[in-house]
């Protein structure tokens, strides 16, 4: 089993930025891939950015030139470090380790964009 807490989340005014963490605990021998999705309201869980245990990073379309996500194999952490943000960004953002088979995730934490 594994655990992960998101912290970080929080109302942030358009153009601003915000750092998203996810501390994750257990057994993490198993877990390849690590990363974010969100859920915005009335839409399906999408993808944000996702990093492998070699360091290889994914970026969804949506994220490209916004985000950077960072993992810690030493720390079991991986982070969401967001720029620009804009109130179609607004989501509640999920932390997520995979690997074949099984996802864990976390209980969310809301990002709301707005002024």
């Known amino acids: 089993q594994v655990q992960l807490v998101e912290s970080g989340g929080g109302l942030v005014q358009p153009g601003g930025s915000l750092r998203l963490s996810c501390a994750a605990s257990?057994?993490?021998?198993?877990?390849?891939?690590m990363g974010w999705y969100r859920q915005a309201p009335g839409k399906q869980r999408e993808l944000v950015a996702a990093?492998?245990?070699?360091?290889?990073?994914t970026y969804a379309d949506l994220a490209k030139g916004q985000v950077t996500i960072s993992r810690d194999n030493a720390k079991n952490t991986v982070s969401l470090q967001m720029n620009s943000l804009k109130p179609e960004d607004t989501a509640v953002y999920y932390c997520?380790?995979?690997?074949?088979?099984?996802?864990?995730w976390g209980q969310g934490t809301q990002v709301p964009v707005s002024s």
């Open positions: 257990g057994s993490m021998f198993s877990i390849y891939l």
């Open positions: 997520n380790a995979a690997n074949t088979g099984v996802n864990y």
């Open positions: 990093a492998t245990s070699g360091g290889i990073t």
